[in-house]
T-cell receptor, first 116, second 111 residues
C-alpha cells in the first residue's frame, strides 16, 4: 500500500527565512509519481510540481526547490526567503504508474505560517 | 465553463437527507476523482472513474455513490447523510498523465 508521511504539522517562520517541508513516502511500485500541492487560505488546491521516480534531479523554480532522494524515500520542498503569501497548507502526494489509474495518496499536510 | 466546476459551493444539510454534489469538467479528461478533506487527515479518495461508464472505490467509499454516464460529469451522492460526512469535497480530473486538476471544492455540513 502507498503511504505519504508529512511529520511536520505546523511550521511558523518569519518572513525572509528559509523553510523546508519534509515528505517521506512508501510504495512497492518501481514507477511512481510525486507531487506537491499548495492550498492557500482561499481553499483551492494549486499544483506545484510533479516528479517521476526515474528523475532524481533536484528542481528549482524561483524561490521554490525540491530535493528528491530515492535512497531515503523523501521528496522535500524548500522555500527560500519566505514571504507572507507563502502561508498555506502544503500537501505532498504519491501516485502509482502512469495512466488512468493515477489515484493520489496524500499526506496530511503541513500548515505554514509566514509572519511579517 | 473552464476547467472543473463544482456545485454547490457550500451546503448545510439535515442528517438523513439525500444530497448530490455535482462536478463537471470541460477538458475531456478520461479520469475523474472525488476526495474529502478533513482537518488533520489530508485528502482521502472516495471514488474514482477511469473512463465514462466505469467507477471504482477509493479509500473511504462507505456512504457514498457515484455514476459516470458521460465524460464530463461525475456526481457524488450521499444517500442518507450523517454528521461524519461533514467535510470539504474536492472533485478532480486527469488526462492520464498523473497530474490531477482540482475543482474549487464543496463545503458540506451535516447537522
Amino acid at each position: 500500500a502507498q503511504k505519504v508521511t508529512q511529520a511536520q504539522t505546523e511550521i511558523s517562520v518569519v518572513e525572509k527565512e528559509d523553510v523546508t517541508l519534509d515528505c517521506v513516502y512508501e510504495t512497492r511500485d518501481t514507477t511512481y509519481y510525486l507531487f506537491w500541492y499548495k492550498q492557500p487560505p482561499s481553499g483551492e488546491l494549486v499544483f506545484l510540481i510533479r516528479r517521476n521516480s526515474f528523475d532524481e534531479q533536484n528542481e528549482i523554480s524561483g524561490r521554490y526547490s525540491w530535493n528528491f532522494q530515492k535512497s531515503t524515500s523523501s521528496f522535500n520542498f524548500t522555500i527560500t526567503a519566505s514571504q507572507v503569501v507563502d502561508s498555506a497548507v502544503y500537501f505532498c502526494a504519491l501516485s502509482e504508474a502512469f495512466g488512468a489509474n493515477s489515484k493520489l495518496t496524500f499526506g496530511k499536510g503541513i500548515t505554514l505560517s509566514v509572519r511579517p | 465553463i473552464a476547467g472543473i466546476t463544482q456545485a454547490p459551493t457550500s451546503q448545510i444539510l439535515a442528517a438523513g437527507r439525500r444530497m448530490t454534489l455535482r462536478c463537471t469538467q470541460d477538458m475531456r479528461h478520461n479520469a475523474m476523482y472525488w476526495y474529502r478533506q478533513d482537518l488533520g487527515l489530508g485528502l482521502r479518495l472516495i471514488h474514482y472513474s477511469n473512463t465514462a461508464g466505469t467507477t471504482g472505490k477509493g479509500e473511504v467509499p462507505d456512504g457514498y455513490s457515484v455514476s459516470r454516464a458521460n465524460t464530463d460529469d461525475f456526481p457524488l451522492t450521499l444517500a442518507s447523510a450523517v454528521p461524519s460526512q461533514t467535510s470539504v469535497y474536492f472533485c478532480a480530473s486527469s488526462p492520464g498523465s498523473n497530474e490531477q486538476f482540482f475543482g474549487p471544492g464543496t463545503r458540506l455540513t451535516v447537522l
